[in-house]
Nanobody
């Protein structure tokens, strides 16, 4: 099971750090990803990281502002979000990939967590 946390209400320009805790050590061998779903929108890719943290991928709208990282000893993946914008408002989900690499392809992910709400006011 994956549990995302750390969301909240912030003003534009502020930061948040999301966490995704895994209850199974099996995900330490998997790529991990963050996705988001804004109001009235489809779920979209945000960031991904490979099994050992050596490779990452980001969606264009968040490049340079968001950073994904992982601590396999803690079975946790993080998403540091800086310079937040109102358009970042969404429910953020984490999931593990079926392989070890960082991928943006939605269909490669399993075990979606419940999500955490991020709201950015202008």
């Amino acid at each position: 099971q994956l549990q995302a946390s750390g969301g909240g209400l912030v003003q534009a320009g502020e930061s948040l750090r999301l966490s995704c805790a895994a209850s199974s050590r099996a995900v330490t061998n998997n790529g991990m990803g963050w996705f988001r779903q804004g109001p009235g929108k489809e779920r979209e890719f945000v960031a991904a990281i490979n099994w050992n943290g050596g490779s990452t991928a980001y969606a264009d709208p968040v490049k340079g502002r968001f950073t994904i990282s992982r601590d396999n000893a803690k079975n946790t993946v993080y998403l540091q979000m800086n310079s937040l914008k109102p358009e970042d408002t969404a429910i953020y989900y984490c999931a593990h990939a079926i392989g070890a690499w960082a991928t943006s392809e939605n269909w490669r992910y399993r075990n979606w967590g419940q999500g955490t709400q991020v709201t950015v006011s202008s």
